[in-house]
């Protein structure tokens, strides 16, 4: 059985405890044996059921994620059903990889929302998701895809399905050779029953890693070289696919924040 502080730390470190006004000792020394460890079991699987929901719980009606409260996420996800190039370019902390992150599962997946109003994709698709380096795309993007790296019960690595992504929807995994831990490419299942396709890029690998077969997505998070951004709408050319970019402008105004901006706004030549 669990140690009586385990289960008293378990019980205050849930949102629906306080310190301050629960008497954690007090209602613990009231409680029998078996009522303790089945108390101990629901908290462990609500925090499980809390850990790999993340998609499930994005966005609702109401609550803390509410869409009511993320009117610029709405416009990038609406804006999909018309333009296949979009950038979210906001400062930091304010969700801008989450946005691309949910997106992105909503396309591989084929688990729209009913209030999705953006682009569809009605069967399997092939999509890369790129950052700036290999490591910022495994901390970053694969993370906030995929959940953290674990071992199976059969003693391969994998990943274990906190992030966006359901993880009853992860499958087969290859992994990226010369980098620790990076997934290569991962096999994502469609709510038709067939696959989607999801590889993991990053732009110091230079344009020439960009070249090869059409693609449905690209999201790329951070600013992009040029010729890696040109690179990418060619594998979306033969698709109708869609071009996802959010960043930060950190490089200022480069030619791929220029080629968004209305002509009138460009500072003069």
């Known amino acids: 059985?669990?140690?009586?502080?385990?289960?008293?730390?378990?019980?205050?470190?849930?949102?629906?405890?306080?310190?301050?006004?629960?008497?954690?000792?007090?209602?613990?020394?009231?409680?029998?044996?078996?009522?303790?460890?089945q108390l101990f079991r629901e908290i462990q699987e609500e925090e499980e059921r809390e850990r790999y929901s993340l998609f499930a719980r994005m966005f609702p009606d109401d609550g803390p994620y509410r869409r009511a409260l993320y009117p610029r996420h709405m416009e990038l996800f609406s804006a999909g059903a018309a333009y296949m190039e979009r950038l979210f370019m906001a400062g930091n902390r304010v969700g801008k990889t989450r946005a691309g992150a949910y997106e992105s599962t909503c396309h591989l997946t084929g688990q729209y929302p009913t209030w999705w109003d953006g682009r569809f994709f009605t069967n399997p698709i092939a999509a890369w998701v790129a950052g700036d380096t290999n490591e910022t795309t495994r901390d970053i993007l694969q993370k906030e895809l995929l959940g953290e790296?674990?071992?199976?019960?059969?003693?391969?690595?994998?990943?274990?399905?906190?992030?966006?992504?359901?993880?009853?929807?992860?499958?087969?995994?290859?992994?990226?050779?010369?980098?620790?831990?990076?997934?290569?490419?991962?096999?994502?299942?469609?709510?038709?029953?067939?696959?989607?396709?999801?590889?993991?890029?990053?732009?110091?690998?230079?344009?020439?890693?960009?070249?090869?077969?059409?693609?449905?997505?690209?999201?790329?998070?951070?600013?992009c070289p040029m010729d890696v951004y040109g690179e990418c709408l060619i594998r979306l050319a033969t698709t109708r696919g869609l071009m996802l970019s959010t960043f930060t402008?950190?490089?200022?105004?480069?030619?791929?924040?220029?080629?968004?901006?209305?002509?009138?706004?460009?500072?003069?030549?």
């Open 249 to 269: 402008p950190l490089k200022g105004l480069s030619e791929v924040v220029l080629s968004y901006m209305p002509e009138d706004m460009r500072p003069a030549a």
């Open 149 to 223: 790296v674990t071992w199976g019960e059969d003693g391969r690595k994998t990943m274990d399905g906190s992030g966006m992504i359901p993880r009853d929807c992860i499958g087969r995994i290859s992994w990226k050779r010369g980098v620790d831990d990076l997934v290569d490419k991962c096999l994502i299942k469609h709510r038709t029953g067939r696959w989607s396709n999801l590889a993991f890029k990053s732009y110091d690998q230079g344009r020439r890693v960009f070249q090869g077969t059409a693609k449905h997505l690209i999201w790329l998070d951070e600013e």
């Open 1 to 37: 059985m669990a140690s009586l502080d385990q289960i008293i730390d378990t019980i205050l470190a849930h949102p629906r405890f306080s310190g301050q006004t629960f008497d954690a000792q007090t209602f613990i020394a009231s409680l029998d044996e078996e009522t303790l460890e």
